[in-house]
């Protein structure tokens, strides 16, 4: 089982940067694949981008490809997202999420952080 907590969001001007850390707890975090997700108001929730438990293959969705970097320090369990770049259309509550290895579904996920992006 793992535990999972984000942090890092808050406000920032169009064109600047956060970057959003998710801290798990569980002695296996390094064996789990995780991503982040985000889901806007009035929308659903979508995949932003995704790493293996080796952190060399990662996976992101066209809309921020280029601007976001997912990346994990297993020592620290802990995956990170930075986000450059960053637009409007970004905003949104930021979740992050680990994926099962028992099913390969994201059964486990945090509790969310605010990203809000103003014009």
């Known amino acids: 089982q793992v535990q999972l907590v984000e942090s890092g969001g808050g406000l920032v001007q169009a064109g600047g940067s956060l970057r959003l850390s998710c801290a798990a707890s569980?002695?296996?975090?390094?064996?789990?694949?995780m991503g982040w997700f985000r889901q806007a108001p009035g929308k659903e929730r979508e995949f932003v981008a995704a790493?293996?438990?080796?952190?060399?293959?990662?996976s992101y969705a066209d809309s921020v490809k280029g601007r976001f970097t997912i990346s994990r320090d297993n020592a620290k369990n802990t995956v990170y997202l930075q986000m450059n770049s960053l637009k409007p259309e970004d905003t949104a509550v930021y979740y992050c999420?680990?994926?099962?290895?028992?099913?390969?579904?994201?059964?486990?996920w945090g509790q969310g952080t605010q990203v809000t992006v103003s014009s």
């Open positions: 999420a680990a994926k099962n290895p028992a099913n390969w579904q994201y059964d486990y």
């Open positions: 569980g002695r296996t975090f390094s064996t789990y694949p």
């Open positions: 790493i293996r438990w080796s952190g060399g293959t990662t």
